[in-house]
């Protein structure tokens, strides 16, 4: 079966091809006029200066946690454990490399046309997203073949590939944890004293937290996501692998090697899907539909991915598992995989609904007439209603992947296997998400930077519906995340329960009469809103020195608030400020996921029971508060758009101002805390997989 591992590599290998060829297509368009890329170079300058720091103060963490997996688990985990922090870290830095080069770009072709804007920001962002999972099944597959023919000992090799999974969870969490504190703590900055106080038009040069906030798009929306899903891919293929090998009693089995094969087909049908994304340039630019191009290109690539998939469950025949029992057909295989994809559609279709120009965004906006508190409510109960479809959605998900694994049959390990196979499905698609998803940072700088640069209005008259798209897209990419992290995190719960099932050589249950599982269940509910509320406060502080030092300049710097000829911003301090408070505020909350697990594992009297109640709380709270978080806030972000369409009295009008105040609160809701919730209950769920060894 060696094949299927070389086929995996090669689809890979194919991936990050296409990505450098795309990335130089975009670098070589017309970057503008020397103010375009003077602002350009200030916000790529500071980008790196930000991931130069934070990769720092990782590096220090993971090098003690290196040192404690060799002298643990031995070599091979702690280099499985250092390619996934290392490969997690490149996803997101040529991330942040591609959209810092695309946006200034952008801007220059939105002088020509839409659809020229259009093809320059789609084509950097599916540079990231193809590259993220290209690396991603590298990685996986790669480590894999080497680690077996270091070892072929089955359980050095799982202990090989949790440590895989676990490095390029903590360099996720501190990827969405330190650039979302960036990005809302520059942005909430720059917008209570630019746009409330001083009543300044977006993205004005006057403003000296706007080069921050530029700078943030990219450290958070786009590096941050790029570490975030590459994380989600390895771990979700790590985690079906590993309960291949479980339930199928082989490292070899076709049940292992299947994910990696998924992966590869869906690599080659997303590159596909991405020519598919153009705009037509007969339809006159009113007329055109930019996110229904997005759309086009996804939904080729899901097409072509399951007509893949049907033959690699022809290719892969899984037959019974270890002990006999209920064997899966090719067509169960197939369904399983079309049910991944499916689940992809309508997390994709409802997250719009609750966030595009909808009737839920009207409804906010509408409340922002009579004022600031009445928005507030609305966008709190708009967030709550928001995790009702998903969570049913993703309920009849993981019903329908266990029955058509034959759980309903009495085969609860295959009934497993098939969660895993839906959740690998509708994470192959990884590439076009993040491609969509790294969209929306590139258009959003490049309007920035034709509002400082002092491009003609009909630039900005085709940035910013670009820009508008970018939310929406921007918001449906974290709800596929969130799904697709809770989903993976049961995997890597079952595997668990497995895990320890296997060592002891009993069943493992969580009854909830048990004392010690109902203290995990409460301990594990704990986790997402202490670690929420730490990502809340870091923002909040970090904004209030931003508002400190914004208002210095404009008292302090004579005739920069009238924009008098030759005054300028210092916007370097604010860069730097801002830096330096995100690197800070970052540890704490990062660290929380692998601290708190290993106390309640080595605490006296709870051990392999509470940690299991710990997992499941942490997911089940986790799912509900990421979602609430993220369509939330993005929510309250376009409510304040649709008003400053023209609705409800426009741009300063009292319903205006009631918005950005529902926006500022929503920012670190749906950029820092809500999304950086996706790795945390995966990496409390792969440090506890490290344990198993130690608690039994």
Known sequence: MDWVIYAALICGALGVAYSLITAGWVFKQDAGNARMQEISGYVAEGAMAYLTRQYKVVLIIAIILFIVLWATLGPIPAIG??????????????????????????????????????????????????VVTGLALLGVAGFFWLARSYDPDPHKIFSALVGLGFGSSLMSVFARVGGGIYTKAADVGADLVGKVEADLPEDDPRNAGVIADNVGDNVGDCAGMAADLYETYTVTLVAAMLLGNTVYGGIGTTAFLMPLLIGGAAIIASIIGTFFVRLSRSVPEKDLYIMGSLYKGLAVAGILAAIAFYFVAGWLPLGAPKGGGYAIPASGVFYMAILGLVLTGLIVVITEWFTGMYAPVKFVANASVTGHGTNIIAGLAISMISTVAPVLVLAAAIMAGYGIGGGF????????????????????MTGMVVAIDSYGPITDNAGGIAEMAELPEEVRNRTDPLDAVGNTTKAVTKGYAIGSAALAALVLFAEYTRAIEELTGKAQSFDLSNPKILVGLLIGGIIPYFFAALCMLAVGKAAGAIVEEVRRQFREIKGLKEGLPGVKAEHGKCVDLVTAAAQREMVLPSLLPVVIPLIIAFIPGLGKDALGGMLIGSIVVGLFLAIAMTTGGATWDN??????????????????KAA???????????????????????????????LVPYII
């Open 81 to 130: 454990f250092a390619i996934g922090l290392l490969g997690s870290g490149l996803a997101g830095f040529i991330g942040m490399k591609v959209s810092t080069g695309a946006n200034v770009r952008v801007a220059a072709a939105a002088g020509k046309s839409l659809p020229d804007a259009m093809d320059v920001a789609f084509r950097g962002g599916s540079v990231t997203g193809i």
């Open 409 to 428: 049959a009495g085969s609860t390990g295959t009934g497993l296997y098939g969660i895993a196979i839906t959740v690998v499905s509708m994470l192959s």
């Open 639 to 656: 409510a304040k758009k649709y008003i400053e369409d023209g609705h409800h009295g426009g741009k300063g009008s009292e319903a205006h």
């Open 660 to 690: 950005v105040t529902g926006d500022t609160v929503g920012d670190p809701y749906k950029d820092t805390a809500g999304p950086a919730l996706n790795p945390v209950i995966k990496v409390v769920n792969m440090v506890a997989l490290l």
